[in-house]
T-cell receptor, first 115, second 113 residues
Framework: KAGVTQTPRYLIKTRGQQVTLSCSPISGHRSVSWYQQTPGQGLQFLFEYFSETQRNKGNFPGRFSGRQFSNSRSEMNVSTLELGDSALYLC??????????????FGEGSRLTVL | AQSVTQLDSQVPVFEEAPVELRCNYSSSVSVYLFWYVQYPNQGLQLLLKYLSGSTLVKGINGFEAEFNKSQTSFHLRKPSVHISDTAEYFCAVSPWGYQKVTFGTGTKLQVIP
């Protein structure tokens, strides 16, 4: 069974640009969550999608957005990039439903560097 | 709301020595508890989880954790660490029936040869 796949793994952008990151969850997983990881702030929750709907949202500005497609694949977009957006962006999928335990399955992340 | 506190940001330990990584949580509802490990330049991987039942939980790579409800703790232990255990460890909680996971700030375990 394939794991969570994130693309691209590494990317470099300049201030003011925008970026789109992609996440393919484990087959059968319907919930996809996004996290930002930085050395100073640790793991911060961005948002969670389930059945193409944003179900939970963290405390990030509107420049951070996401969506989920009918096949559960998800994308997140960051517009008007700032230096502080440099981070590892992690996607996690989970099997949501009656047996949900909150266990997350993570991808390897997309490392974004903003110059 | 839930919160997770990992008091130690870094823990150095000699190879083959025991280690304990501490985790305390607060929650107004019942929660599931997790420990994840992150190796350099990788995503997080589940080490172990407590859902219910026995308070002593065994995970991968020889790690175990004990759930203490009265002290709201879920400390991670290993009797003898190896160089390959060098990584960052995250404690996490998730309320029953609600898909929202809260992570601690992480503890970097450095195993010294």
């Amino acid at each position: 069974k394939a794991g969570v796949t994130q693309t691209p793994r590494y990317l470099i952008k300049t201030r003011g640009q925008q970026v789109t990151l992609s996440c393919s969850p484990i087959s059968g997983h319907r919930s996809v969550s996004w996290y930002q990881q930085t050395p100073g702030q640790g793991l911060q929750f961005l948002f969670e999608y389930f059945s193409e709907t944003q179900r939970n949202k963290g405390n990030f500005p509107g420049r951070f957005s996401g969506r989920q497609f009918s096949n559960s694949r998800s994308e997140m977009n960051v517009s008007t990039l700032e230096l502080g957006d440099s981070a590892l962006y992690l996607c996690a999928s989970s099997l949501d439903g009656a047996t949900n335990t909150g266990e997350l399955f993570f991808g390897e992340g997309s490392r974004l560097t903003v110059l | 709301a839930q919160s997770v506190t990992q008091l130690d940001s870094q823990v150095p330990v000699f190879e083959e020595a025991p280690v304990e990584l501490r985790c305390n949580y607060s929650s107004s509802v019942s929660v599931y508890l997790f420990w994840y490990v992150q190796y350099p330049n990788q995503g997080l991987q589940l080490l172990l989880k407590y859902l219910s039942g026995s308070t002593l939980v065994k995970g991968i790579n020889g790690f175990e954790a004990e759930f203490n409800k009265s002290q709201t703790s879920f400390h991670l232990r290993k009797p003898s660490v190896h160089i390959s255990d060098t990584a960052e460890y995250f404690c996490a909680v998730s309320p029953w029936g609600y898909q929202k996971v809260t992570f601690g700030t992480g503890t970097k375990l450095q195993v010294i040869p």
